[in-house]
Antibody
Framework: QVQLQESGPGLVKPSETLSLTCAVSGYSISSGYYWGWIRQPPGKGLEWIGSIYHSGSTYYNPSLKSRVTISVDTSKNQFSLKLSSVTAADTAVYYC??????????WGQGTLVTVSS | EIVLTQSPGTLSLSPGERATLSCRASQSVSSSYLAWYQQKPGQAPRLLIYGASSRATGIPDRFSGSGSGTDFTLTISRLEPEDFAVYYCQQYGSSPQFTFGPGTKVDIK
């Protein structure tokens, strides 16, 4: 059974960088598929942030591309998200997920990140 | 960029009734690249349908997807109490990138 678990600070100050890690169990990232991040502001809909392949190939939401970096550590079977210059608008539940073909078949439980001073 | 619109915003129904949810795209979407998710409060979304009409693993057959081009539909044949939730459609487009619709809330009448 594939499981994903997000970790990282729940509170980030404005203008700083949000950093999250997703630990994957039950499946080796090196075996394939894309791995990604999706966020959901409180009470709102879903927004795809970006995805990465085990080789390190990435693609990002154009609206966030200038601020996003996604990286992978296959030795630890995990991948990470960095979002720079955050504002209150970046407050959201952040989910990590596995992309299978054109859909997202496994999701982490999500972690709330609040941007506030 | 393809924009997805879902209707209605809220659907109020009783258990046992049929639910029909619509997802409309601003441009034609390949059927292979249209998916539906269910999300309950405090939980992550769950994949229901991929490729417009294929049920994901473990999804009951009361859930079905159909459509092509710009118009897609998720149908729940008989609502069970656990089906009251928010439903999102999602398309996977060139760039590549994912786009989600705004969601339809199915609540108890």
């Amino acid at each position: 059974q594939v499981q994903l678990q997000e970790s990282g600070p729940g509170l980030v100050k404005p203008s700083e960088t949000l950093s999250l890690t997703c630990a994957v169990s039950g499946y080796s990232i090196s075996s394939g598929y894309y791995w990604g991040w999706i966020r959901q502001p409180p009470g709102k809909g879903l927004e795809w942030i970006g995805s990465i392949y085990h080789s390190g190939s990435t693609y990002y939401n154009p609206s966030l591309k200038s601020r996003v970096t996604i990286s992978v550590d296959t030795s630890k079977n995990q991948f990470s998200l960095k979002l720079s210059s955050v504002t209150a608008a970046d407050t959201a539940v952040y989910y990590c997920a596995r992309q299978r073909l054109s859909a997202i078949d496994y999701w982490g439980q999500g972690t709330l990140v609040t941007v506030s001073s | 960029e393809i924009v997805l619109t879902q209707s209605p915003g809220t659907l109020s129904l009783s258990p046992g009734e049929r639910a029909t949810l619509s997802c409309r795209a601003s441009q034609s979407v390949s059927s292979s690249y249209l998916a539906w998710y269910q999300q309950k409060p405090g939980q992550a979304p769950r994949l229901l349908i991929y490729g417009a009409s294929s049920r994901a693993t473990g999804i009951p057959d009361r859930f079905s997807g159909s459509g092509s081009g710009t118009d897609f539909t998720l149908t729940i044949s008989r609502l069970e109490p656990e089906d009251f939730a928010v439903y999102y459609c999602q398309q996977y487009g060139s760039s590549p990138q994912f786009t989600f619709g705004p969601g339809t809330k199915v609540d108890i009448k």
